[in-house]
């Protein structure tokens, strides 16, 4: 049974940080790209940050570019969203997101809310 867990989403101020954690089980990660998207109200779901299979590849969103920084720690079965100087902006629902070749797979999201 595929599952992909997100945890670490909260409440934070403007300029504060967060670590998200996308927790998986199920299929091997190590062959399967991941990406995190984000949701915000009344918004379509962007993208976020992606790291390749290997690790050695990331891409980020300009939004979060110089803040935001993705890993994944394939032992663990898991990839890590490191948040720093968070701005309203970002809040949103934040979904975890593993492919490989056309299959893809999604979690629940957990909710970052950034706010004074």
């Known amino acids: 049974q595929v599952q992909l867990v997100e945890s670490g989403g909260g409440l934070a101020q403007p300029g504060g940080s967060l670590r998200l954690s996308c927790a998986t089980s199920g299929f091997s990660l190590g062959y399967y790209g991941v990406g995190w998207f984000r949701q915000a109200p009344g918004k379509e779901r962007e993208a976020v940050s992606c790291i390749s299979s290997s690790g050695g590849s990331t891409n980020y969103a300009d939004s979060v570019k110089g803040r935001f920084t993705i890993s994944r720690d394939t032992a663990k079965n898991t990839v890590y969203l490191q948040m720093n100087s968070l701005e309203p902006e970002d809040t949103a629902v934040y979904y975890c997101?593993?492919?490989?070749?056309?299959?893809?797979?999604w979690g629940q999201g957990t909710q970052v809310t950034v706010s004074s």
């Open positions: 997101n593993a492919w490989r070749y056309s299959t893809a797979y």
